[in-house]
């Protein structure tokens, strides 16, 4: 069993910027693939970045971003910490939503949300205009 607790976020202007950060339960944290997804009232959860884990055909923690974060948003992992970054720069109106950290995903279909296994609670980020 894994249990995610994601924390870092608030209430920011645009422009601004926000790290959130996701801790993980668990020994074999190295070897999960780890997403940020996000959901706004009313929009369905949405794919933001995903970091692979550290060895077999995604070695290396490959990155991938939707294009709407794409040269804003970071995702980094600190495995002796056992924890995953999202780093937020240059934060607009439209990324408010609450932001999840979602953990393993065995398909490979790393876009998808309904193909993690292990989900944080989530964390609120507001950009004001």
């Known amino acids: 069993q894994v249990q995610l607790v994601e924390s870092g976020g608030g209430l920011v202007q645009a422009g601004g910027s926000l790290r959130l950060s996701c801790a993980a339960s668990g020994r074999t944290f190295s070897s999960y693939t780890m997403g940020w997804f996000r959901q706004a009232p009313g929009k369905e959860r949405e794919f933001v970045a995903v970091i692979s884990w550290s060895g077999g055909r995604w070695s290396g923690g490959r990155t991938y971003y939707a294009d709407s974060v794409k040269g804003r948003f970071t995702i980094s992992r600190d495995n002796a910490k056992n924890t995953v970054y999202l780093q937020m720069n240059s934060l607009r109106p439209e990324d408010t939503a609450v932001y999840y950290c979602?953990?393993?995903?065995?398909?490979?279909?790393?876009?998808?949300?309904?193909?993690?296994?292990?989900w944080g609670q989530g964390t609120q980020v507001t950009v004001s205009s």
């Open positions: 979602a953990a393993e995903n065995p398909s490979g279909r790393v876009y998808e949300w309904n193909h993690y296994n292990y």
